[in-house]
Nanobody, 119 residues
Framework: QVQLVESGGGLVQAGGSLRLSCTAS????????MGWYRQAPGKQRDLVAI???????TYADSVKGRFTISRDIGKNTVYLQMSSLKPEDTAVYYC?????????????WGQGTQVTVSS
């Protein structure tokens, strides 16, 4: 089992910045990805950014150039630096961890942290 603990959400004005953090604990396997999804009210949960245990990084088109994902492998922590925030970035942000164990992939989710961007 893997537990994910998020921090860093809050209320910010449009154009501002926030930094989210997520630390994984438990049985962490070496081949894994960590990242962030978000879900706005009445909408589906969508990928924001994801970082593999190697160097592969994927961003949603809507956040490219504004958000930066990074990882501290030794601390099992992933960060999301969010800049130039827009009201449409308002959502619950969920930390995501996926790892290869044996023959299958395992997925885990954090409890979510609210990000609210006021206009």
């Amino acid at each position: 089992q893997v537990q994910l603990v998020e921090s860093g959400g809050g209320l910010v004005q449009a154009g501002g910045s926030l930094r989210l953090s997520c630390t994984a604990s438990g049985s962490i396997f070496s081949i894994n990805s960590m990242g962030w999804y978000r879900q706005a009210p009445g909408k589906q949960r969508d990928l924001v950014a994801i970082h593999s245990s190697g160097t592969a990084i994927t961003y949603a088109d809507s956040v490219k150039g504004r958000f930066t994902i990074s990882r501290d492998i030794g601390k099992n922590t992933v960060y999301l630096q969010m800049s130039s925030l827009k009201p449409e970035d308002t959502a619950v942000y969920y930390c995501y961890h996926k790892q290869l164990g044996g023959w299958r992939w395992y997925e885990y989710w954090g409890q979510g942290t609210q990000v609210t961007v006021s206009s």
